[in-house]
T-cell receptor
Framework: DAGVIQSPRHEVTEMGQEVTLRCKPISGHDYLFWYRQTMMRGLELLIYFNNNVPIDDSGMPEDRFSAKMPNASFSTLKIQPSEPRDSAVYFCASSFGADTQYFGPGTRLTVL | KQEVTQIPAALSVPEGENLVLNCSFTDSAIYNLQWFRQDPGKGLTSLLL???SQREQTSGRLNASLDKSSGRSTLYIAASQPGDSATYLCAVRGTLGGNNRKLIWGLGTSLAVNP
């Protein structure tokens, strides 16, 4: 298996633009997680899904952030409008039942 | 509210040294604790997972221990190698909710093993 796939790997955009991050989990996994990592705050869970259903979105910072999982093999994290403080590395991870989460390589987002 | 702390934030050691990384948590009601490794510019890789009923887990040169009552875990790395250089993070999963998969993370310890 190719592991968790994220795209794009790097994204540079201007404040106010819409940003869409994409994730393909490992086939057969039933949990999908979106994280944000910054130097100051470390890793923060934004939202996670179980069988495509959002379970906990309490970490989503505000209404500018939204996440969807239309099927078992694809998820998106959208920021609209983006702001400089959204600059971070965004990780997607997936797991199957058990607790071990498998992480993607991350998307480094820079908002100018 | 669960908080996870890792000390030290950074560590530099000569190759071959045995070392210990520390992780502490404020709420002892945990389901499990995990140690991850993160290489620069890459995602995280799970190293060891300790269930709340366990005291330790071992994988190769790595040994992780858990003391719930004191809110502490240690990751022991034996005979360190330059390839061990990375950031090591610990994360705890709470017990609330049957479907709770939320992990609370420490900020990590950045380890440099010098040849």
């Amino acid at each position: 298996d190719a592991g968790v796939i994220q795209s794009p790997r790097h994204e540079v955009t201007e404040m106010g633009q819409e940003v869409t991050l994409r994730c393909k989990p490992i086939s057969g996994h039933d949990y999908l997680f979106w994280y944000r990592q910054t130097m100051m705050r470390g890793l923060e869970l934004l939202i996670y899904f179980n069988n495509n259903v959002p379970i906990d979105d309490s970490g989503m910072p505000e209404d500018r952030f939204s996440a969807k999982m239309p099927n078992a093999s694809f998820s998106t994290l959208k920021i609209q409008p983006s702001e400089p403080r959204d600059s971070a590395v965004y990780f997607c991870a997936s797991s199957f039942g058990a607790d071990t989460q498998y992480f993607g390589p991350g998307t480094r987002l820079t908002v100018l | 509210k669960q908080e996870v702390t890792q000390i030290p934030a950074a560590l530099s050691v000569p190759e071959g040294e045995n070392l210990v990384l520390n992780c502490s948590f404020t709420d002892s009601a945990i389901y499990n604790l995990q140690w991850f490794r993160q290489d620069p510019g890459k995602g995280l890789t799970s190293l060891l997972l300790i269930q709340s009923s366990q005291r330790e887990q071992t994988s190769g040169r790595l040994n992780a221990s858990l003391d719930k009552s004191s809110g502490r875990s240690t990751l022991y790395i034996a005979a360190s190698q330059p390839g061990d250089s990375a950031t090591y993070l610990c994360a705890v999963r709470g017990t609330l909710g049957g479907n709770n998969r939320k992990l609370i993370w420490g900020l990590g310890t950045s380890l440099a093993v010098n040849p």
